[in-house]
């Protein structure tokens, strides 16, 4: 394999996610950009395998009983010669902690708007994220074939609310029951789609220049078409390829999931304009080129059970250069170990492939022998550490009760392992040190899948006492202003894994107290890596 082969390997990649609010309509727009990409050929192929998920692998029964999706895993499908990677991720806020992990993982997001509900609570944060992480993100008004909100105002809002500039690529023509089609901005090109179907195949679609539309669209509809257009021209920013990638400008469009109108455009800037892999920083401040020859990659999910069969656990891995093979010998950045990559697999849903060859972008299964932990580095060359994958404040805490006290070692293992898979996080009261830890998660559903693993893979049952802290924040700064913290009763001052001091309280209104009266004190809502 040439560096020229690598490096058009690697160019052709698109590794995104997309994030929105619980019924805005994900795994809808998942599917047609499946079914528009050639990878299904009939919609409700993808629903029918969520319902059907028992006969392919019940390892997760929660997520059957709940009808919610735990686990994210990876959709791959070509389009227009680029190689997608999507990476799905969990649709209940229970878990959003697994979602704030995947976009470590990807180098965009579409975030999806239902264009009747603006920006909800739930993508508000994961596009908070995003920004955090300088991410493209493309935004998709979704639903127009029903009423919603006026396309202006809606950008308004958006663009207010997220601080973000917003840039339509094109603009709808009608909505509701009169929704028929968009029109390309770039070039005025009209495109007034045929419903077929119901959604579940490919629809047609007539297209030509704006001025010919007038004889398909009805006339109110062309002047309030009209109205608008000029409106956003003499408003509207130009789109600016280059703020797409940094992070600060997201291009629009708009469209129906369910009828399919408006999936094509979208998918074809997924294919065509979104970000290739990007190059990785070390912890030692080094950027590592997708196209560098030696191959390496970090670890952002850890699956365990995924076949209770075989009580396998699966490292999700994302290609971050070079040219992975299976059975590379690798070394593990943290500890200098070594493993060996023997049995590599893709991901179509919840069935697996081996996977021979992967590229930077890629995201692959490893079968985990229990040495890999989130955030782990493994690569071909010397040994590498990327920056980490950072761990979010969790919003609830219990402490743990073991109903067999015989079985404390057991327990204490599970807690190691689970916590080190990012099932929950692990605190520990230096009063009474790491006996008895308080565990924090993001989402209370999280404790239920502890307690069910524990049971299930340890042995160990288990019941929880919750605990009054609502609020998490790892502290940072002088030796005088953790020892306020120490000494005031409204706080409670725990260590993290790592011994890093973290601030417990059960409203963040004693925070703003600690700030005021302490100087120099940083209260991070994010791990500092
Ligand atoms: P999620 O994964 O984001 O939670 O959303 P999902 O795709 O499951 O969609 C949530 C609901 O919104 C579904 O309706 C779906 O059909 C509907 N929906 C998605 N896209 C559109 C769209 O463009 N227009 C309209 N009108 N509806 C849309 P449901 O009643 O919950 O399920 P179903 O019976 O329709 O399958």
């Known amino acids: 394999m040439s560096s020229q082969d690598l490096a058009k390997e690697a160019r052709r990649r698109r590794t995104f996610a997309i994030i929105s609010h619980p019924d805005a309509g994900k ?22 395998r969520k319902n059907s998920r028992s006969t392919i692998s019940d390892w997760m029964q929660m997520e059957q009983e709940r009808g919610i999706s735990i686990s994210s895993s990876v959709l791959q499908f070509d389009y227009l010669g680029s190689a997608l990677n999507l990476l799905d991720t969990p649709g209940h806020a229970d878990f959003s902690e697994d979602t704030y992990r995947t976009l470590a993982a990807v180098d965009s997001a579409v975030m999806l708007l239902d264009h009747a509900k603006g920006v909800e609570s739930r993508t508000l944060k994961l596009f908070e994220v995003c920004r955090m992480r300088e991410l493209p993100v493309i935004s998709f008004m979704n639903k127009l074939d029903r009423e919603g909100l006026e396309p202006l105002a809606l950008m308004d809002e958006v663009s207010e609310t997220l601080n973000l500039q917003v840039t339509p690529i094109n603009w709808p023509i009608g909505m509701g029951r009169e929704f028929m089609g968009v029109v390309r901005l770039s070039d005025k090109q009209v495109f007034l789609f045929e419903e077929s179907k119901r959604g579940s195949q490919v629809i047609d679609f007539k297209t030509m220049p704006l001025e010919e539309a007038i004889a398909d669209i009805p006339p109110r509809l062309y002047q309030t078409l009209e109205e608008e257009l000029e409106l956003l021209e003499m408003a509207g920013d130009p789109y600016d390829h280059q703020k797409f990638l940094n992070g600060e400008l997201s291009p629009v469009f708009w469209g129906s999931a369910k009828t399919n109108f ?28 997708p196209d560098e020859d030696k191959f390496s990659g970090f670890i952002f999910k850890i699956q365990a059970n995924m076949n209770p069969k075989h009580r396998d656990r699966i490292a999700f891995m994302r290609v971050v250069s070079g040219q992975f093979e299976r059975g590379i010998d690798t070394t593990i950045g943290r500890n200098g170990e070594k493993l060996r990559l023997s049995k590599p697999h893709s991901f179509m849903a919840q069935e697996r492939a081996i996977v021979e060859e992967a590229w930077p972008g890629d995201i692959v299964g490893l079968y985990d022998p229990g040495k890999l932990r989130i955030g782990d580095t493994v690569s071909a060359g010397k040994p590498l550490q990327y920056s980490g994958i ?16 015989l079985k404390r070692k057991q327990l204490d293992k599970g807690l190691e392992q689970l916590s080190l898979e990012g099932v929950i996080q692990l605190f520990f009261d230096p009063e ?8 924090g998660a993001v989402g209370q559903l999280q404790f239920e899948v502890l307690k069910q693993r524990l049971q299930n893979e340890y042995g160990t049952r288990v019941s929880f006492q919750s605990l009054p802290y609502q609020v998490c924040r790892w502290v940072e700064g002088p030796p005088e202003a953790v020892t306020w913290l120490e000494a005031r009763r409204d706080y409670k001052l725990v260590h993290d894994r790592n011994e890093q001091p973290v601030l417990l309280a059960d409203s963040v209104w004693p925070l703003q107290y600690a700030l005021n009266n302490t100087e120099g004190l940083v209260l991070h809502e994010i791990e500092p890596l």
């Open 27 to 48: 795994t809808t727009l998942t599917e047609k950009l499946l079914l528009y990409a050639n990878a299904i050929h009939l919609a409700g192929e993808v629903k029918s």
């Open 262 to 289: 408006g999936i094509q455009p979208l998918l074809e800037f997924l294919a065509e304009q979104t970000a290739p892999p990007a190059p990785r920083q070390t912890i030692d401040d080094n950027w590592i080129e």
């Open 390 to 405: 950072p761990r979010f404040a969790p919003e609830h805490f219990v402490r743990v009760h073991l109903e067999d006290p």
């Open 432 to 439: 009474i040190g790491r006996q008895a830890p308080y565990l």
